[in-house]
């Protein structure tokens, strides 16, 4: 089916947001769309943050975690105090994964060479270094 020149002037004056672009300005319209898809593709290089993308690697980071810990043959409340920052449904979750695995593939544990009181002493005693450290620069600031 061919166009004419009267079905061309006939849209043009049917239809107020018909506008005949030219094949230049097409062009144009079509290279700074895709540059802007390129631009916004690229927000992570950009430092861009992504509360997602965020979210979803601190889960399974806490996932990871949990695994972890059963695998070891720690319990789950020595998971939880041993990882504060890591959130509990995602630990357990991976606690329950790895358990349901190792009893489904007769995987034994395999015991930690530094206990878990060591390293929650640790945690605590890097908390009370830092917590102290900031009330010194507090203090030193006041006077």
């Known amino acids: ?6 079905t061309k002037s ?3 004056y049917t239809n107020p947001y018909f506008v005949q672009i030219g094949d230049a300005m097409r ?3 079509i290279s700074s769309v895709l540059f802007s898809l390129c631009l916004v593709s690229a927000c992570e290089r950009l430092g861009v943050p992504d509360p997602a993308r965020d ?7 806490a996932r990871a975690t949990g695994s972890a810990c059963r695998h070891a043959g720690r319990g789950i409340e020595d998971c939880y105090v041993m990882n504060p920052e890591a959130s509990r449904a995602a630990v357990y979750a991976g606690w329950k994964e790895m358990n349901d695995y190792m009893r489904e593939n007769n ?3 395999i ?5 878990a009181s060591a390293a929650a002493s640790e945690s605590a005693s890097a908390s009370a270094s830092a917590s102290s450290s900031a009330s010194a620069s507090a203090s030193a600031s006041s006077h």
Do not use: G, H, Y
Request: aromatic residues 4%.
């Open 55 to 61: 979210a979803a690697i601190k889960e399974a980071d």
């Open 111 to 115: 015991k930690p060479t530094a206990s």
């Open 107 to 109: 995987i034994v544990e």
């Open 1 to 6: 089916m061919q166009e004419d020149a009267n």
């Open 10 to 12: 006939f849209l043009i």
């Open 27 to 29: 062009t144009a319209l």
